[in-house]
């Protein structure tokens, strides 16, 4: 038999719990704009180092399009060497060309945010980025609202948005680019726009021009091609993962290195606030 619980109780667990944790990342390290593939390794990543991040997805799941791959047929490719992030993350594949690999949409997905979750990730869904918060020219946070507001008629869609607080926010929301279009609406960003596909040059592209495209925000995956004018590279998601990697790994030295080393032999929690204090931020 299961254990006796009312409605009431279920209902305080789910607002008590969501409450305690969502006021906690009020303020974060890293704030990842888009839950897809790229969005995911680098939250992925950094929390698996210790540092607080929160990923803000607009759809009611997360994974984008790592859950079908191309033309809804849930198989994704791989080119190498991006294999290795398979391996990592206990994907299975199989080789069908020399260098070209497929995995299962969903078994691909599920365990990449399994792993993200594992790390220390947290995810807030049908939350739709509205605008970033800028102090002193730098990006430090980001604005939300849910996402269903923006689907009301405008005559009672007059829910403000509240803010979140970070030291770095990564714009990975795919070809629509959404946190770097914020800044070229004020006129701080000039935006391309992604080119034909060019399967052969351009996860190498996305991958090369991943990186901070304004003070305080980062770009990766799709939202790179948009921004850079590369060539779009359709269902085959290596690039997607390594890209994500290497915006972690560019704002860990970035943006948390000298941190680190000021706390040599502290806890990740201090190495943290003194990062914070770096950026003008307050825990």
């Known amino acids: 038999m299961f254990q006796q619980v009312s ?15 969502f006021q906690e990342y009020i303020v974060s390290d890293v704030i990842v704009v888009g839950g897809g593939p790229s969005g995911l390794t680098a939250a992925r990543d950094l929390a698996g180092n210790g540092f607080k991040v929160l990923v803000i997805e607009s ?4 994974g984008g399009g790592f859950w079908i791959g191309g033309y809804l047929m849930n198989t994704l490719t791989f080119r190498a ?7 990592e993350l206990k994907i299975p594949y199989k080789e069908v060309d020399d260098g070209l690999f497929v995995a299962d949409g969903p ?9 993200a979750c594992d790390a220390g990730v947290k995810i807030l869904n049908m939350t ?18 849910w996402t269903p507001v923006s689907a009301l008629p405008r005559a009672i869609t007059c829910v403000d948005p509240v803010s979140l607080e970070s030291k770095v926010v990564i714009d990975a929301t795919g070809h629509d680019a959404w946190v770097c279009r914020s800044l070229e609406k004020r006129n701080l960003l000039t935006l391309k726009t992604f080119g034909p596909m060019d399967v052969a ?7 090369e021009n991943t990186g901070e495209i304004f003070p305080g925000l980062f770009v990766c995956g799709m939202a790179v091609s948009t921004a850079y004018g590369i060539p779009r590279m359709g269902p085959t998601f290596g690039g997607m993962l390594l890209s994500g990697r290497k915006a972690a790994k560019l704002i860990e030295e970035k943006v948390f290195s000298t941190a680190r080393r000021d706390a040599t032999c502290c806890d990740s929690a201090t190495a943290r606030r003194v990062a914070s204090q770096r950026v003008g931020i307050t825990e």
């Not at 759809?59 to 997360?62: D, L, S």
């Not at 060497?81 to 391996?87: A, H, I, N, Y």
């Not at 040059?201 to 991958?207: A, H, M, N, R």
């Open 7 to 21: 409605e009431s109780q279920i209902t305080r667990a789910i607002v008590s719990e969501f409450a305690k944790w």
């Open 59 to 62: 759809n009611n799941y997360i």
């Open 81 to 87: 060497p991006s294999q290795k992030m398979l391996d």
């Open 107 to 115: 078994n691909a997905c599920s365990k990449l945010i399994s792993s």
């Open 128 to 145: 739709k980025f509205d605008d970033v918060v800028l102090r002193h020219n730098r990006v430090g946070g980001v604005v939300i609202n």
């Open 201 to 207: 040059t351009s996860e190498d592209l996305v991958v």
